[in-house]
């Protein structure tokens, strides 16, 4: 069974300044899906970014970028020029590749908080 | 946009009680899922379905059951509340890969959620 592991409950980080927010996961699939997810206050899980494990170059959203390391299994959030707005709950979550019944769902971490400090 | 539409914001029931929470989706997603938030745990799976009338259990499906008779709604039901099931039920959706060569959004879409208080 495919796990996922964020080991930093809390993160805080100046405004404007850049963050990291860590992600390992568990697989014997080669083929996969990995997703940041973040979940404001308001409660409403809006994806960040997505990632697909064949590629190697590392997927980038304005100001959100990943670092992705296959080998490693880890797949890293970097927030630059974070802002206010940012504050929020980010989920680390996998989905495998292959349309095989059960490999649809997503399996999360247990989130890291990150507060933006003004 | 895509929507995902969970029928109640916050909701408070007694132990014992029989509780629906319903979720409704317009994107035509095969796929749909109910997962459980609670802090520190993240969210965990506790039934998805990729079909109607389709169901396969999640991680911790003791306690719930599951309906899908439509293909946009997903219902989650609570046999008999207990306090142990309060917390945060989250639904989502999306498209199921027939083939790994077909290019399809593989995010999910998530509703608001659900409060859910058993007193």
């Known amino acids: 069974a495919q796990t996922v592991t964020q080991s930093q409950p809390e993160m805080s980080v100046q405004e404007a300044e850049t963050v990291t927010l860590s992600c390992t996961y568990d697989?014997?699939?080669?083929?996969?899906?990995l997703f940041w997810y973040k979940q404001p206050p308001s409660r409403q899980m809006i994806l960040v970014i997505r990632?697909?494990?064949?590629?190697?170059q590392n997927a980038t959203e304005n100001r959100f970028s990943v670092n992705f390391q296959k080998a490693a299994k880890s797949f890293s959030l970097k927030i630059s020029d974070s802002q206010l707005g940012d504050a929020a709950m980010y989920f680390c979550?996998?989905?495998?590749?292959?349309?095989?019944?059960?490999?649809?769902?997503?399996?999360f971490g247990t989130g890291t908080r990150l507060t933006i400090i003004p | 946009d895509v929507k995902v539409t969970q029928s109640s914001r916050y909701l408070v029931k007694r132990t014992g009680e029989k509780v629906f929470l319903e979720c409704v989706q317009d994107?035509?997603?095969?796929?749909m899922f109910w997962y459980r938030q609670d802090p520190g745990l993240g969210l965990r799976l506790i039934y998805f379905?990729?079909?109607?009338?389709?169901?396969e259990k999640g991680d911790i499906p003791e306690g719930y059951s599951v309906s899908r008779e439509k293909k946009e709604r997903f219902s989650l039901i609570l046999e008999s509340a207990s306090t142990n099931q309060t917390s945060m039920y989250l639904c989502a959706s999306s498209f199921l890969r027939r083939s790994p060569a077909v290019s399809v959004n593989t995010e999910a879409f998530f509703g608001q959620g659900t409060r859910l208080t058993v007193v």
């Open positions: 990632q697909e494990a064949y590629k190697q």
């Open positions: 379905s990729y079909d109607v009338k389709m169901k």
């Open positions: 994107m035509d997603h095969e796929n």
């Open positions: 697989t014997s699939e080669s083929d996969y899906y």
């Open positions: 979550a996998y989905r495998g590749h292959i349309s095989n019944f059960g490999n649809e769902k997503l399996t």
